[in-house]
């Protein structure tokens, strides 16, 4: 009887080690796919060794995008009154900053509620693709309800939207002439015309908006608008693609 209570110890022992063993395996698993680590990765199929360069990466890149844009500028060693320009990214919706070429941050973004095609026509909510630059800048204080702390108006329609425009019939060839003379001018084009206007990119994003809210501008979280605000200017190169 004693002998039967033994061995039934120790067998019960015996599934606890190997239970406790397999839930630390996995824990271990889900630590490395924290840092990037998935089983995908070929180095780790091949030798079942962690890739030590992309945990450093990982780290690296996680570590720069909790810095403020004025750190990683000084990181750098990158002057605050270097030309930036901005680039976004519809598919991704990340609004990313660069220094002659050097990626800096980048940052969340809300789209047009009208979805991810080009913008056509005034009223239908897309946010616009193609090149463009900063016409204007405005800080609200207080913020505003849609618009939040910071606006910075962009050059839409450009030369490819009023072309387009044109070669449709939505707009007169009077009206493509004034939008030319205002891009080559580097001024604010006409606002008014059936391509639309009034696009921009801006802060008041918040959760509860829920995604791609916006009527066609970019749309971000205050904080991250007010970390870049400062380092752009009128004139500041804009790319929108998909």
Same mark, same amino acid.
């Given at each position: =009887?004693?002998?039967?209570?033994?061995?039934?110890? $120790?067998?019960?022992?015996?599934?606890?080690?190997?239970? #406790?063993?397999?839930?630390?395996?996995?824990?271990?698993?889900?630590?490395?796919?924290?840092?990037?680590?998935?089983?995908?990765?070929?180095?780790?199929?091949?030798?079942?060794?962690?890739? #030590? /360069? %992309?945990?450093?990466?990982?780290?690296?890149?996680?570590?720069?995008? $909790?810095?403020?844009?004025?750190?990683?500028?000084?990181?750098?060693?990158?002057?605050?009154?270097? /030309?930036?320009?901005?680039?976004?990214?519809?598919?991704?919706?990340?609004?990313?900053?660069?220094? /002659? !070429? #050097?990626?800096?941050?980048?940052?969340?973004?809300?789209?047009?509620?009208?979805?991810?095609?080009?913008?056509? @026509? #005034?009223?239908?909510?897309?946010?616009?693709? !193609?090149?463009?630059?900063? %016409?204007?800048?405005?800080?609200?204080?207080?913020?505003?309800?849609?618009?939040?702390? *910071?606006? =910075?108006?962009?050059?839409?329609?450009?030369?490819?939207?009023?072309? *387009?425009?044109?070669?449709?019939?939505?707009?007169?060839?009077?009206?493509?002439?004034?939008?030319?003379?205002?891009?080559? /001018?580097?001024?604010?084009?006409?606002?008014?015309?059936?391509? &639309?206007?009034?696009? !921009?990119?801006? &802060?008041?994003?918040?959760?509860?908006?829920?995604?791609?809210? %916006?009527? !066609?501008?970019?749309?971000?979280?205050?904080?991250?608008?007010?970390?870049?605000?400062?380092?752009?200017?009128?004139?500041?190169? @804009?790319?929108?693609? =998909?």
């Amino acid at each position: =009887m004693n002998l039967q209570f033994k061995n039934t110890n $120790a067998k019960f022992y015996s599934f606890v080690a190997v239970l #406790v063993l397999c839930i630390a395996v996995l824990s271990i698993g889900t630590q490395y796919n924290a840092f990037g680590l998935s089983s995908d990765n070929q180095t780790q199929k091949k030798t079942g060794t962690l890739n #030590v /360069n %992309t945990v450093k990466s990982n780290i690296k890149t996680a570590s720069e995008a $909790a810095l403020a844009l004025k750190d990683i500028l000084k990181k750098k060693g990158i002057a605050s009154g270097a /030309n930036i320009n901005i680039v976004v990214s519809k598919s991704s919706h990340t609004l990313s900053l660069y220094s /002659n !070429g #050097v990626f800096l941050k980048s940052y969340h973004v809300e789209l047009g509620e009208g979805g991810p095609p080009n913008k056509s @026509v #005034v009223g239908d909510k897309k946010t616009p693709e !193609g090149d463009f630059y900063i %016409t204007e800048k405005t800080v609200y204080s207080p913020a505003d309800y849609y618009l939040g702390t *910071r606006w =910075m108006e962009l050059s839409y329609p450009n030369l490819s939207a009023a072309q *387009r425009g044109l070669n449709s019939g939505i707009i007169s060839k009077e009206t493509y002439n004034r939008i030319v003379k205002a891009i080559n /001018n580097g001024e604010t084009p006409p606002q008014d015309t059936a391509l &639309g206007g009034y696009i !921009g990119i801006h &802060g008041g994003s918040v959760p509860s908006f829920g995604k791609d809210w %916006t009527w !066609g501008c970019v749309g971000l979280a205050n904080k991250d608008v007010e970390d870049f605000y400062g380092f752009v200017r009128s004139g500041t190169k @804009v790319t929108i693609n =998909m």
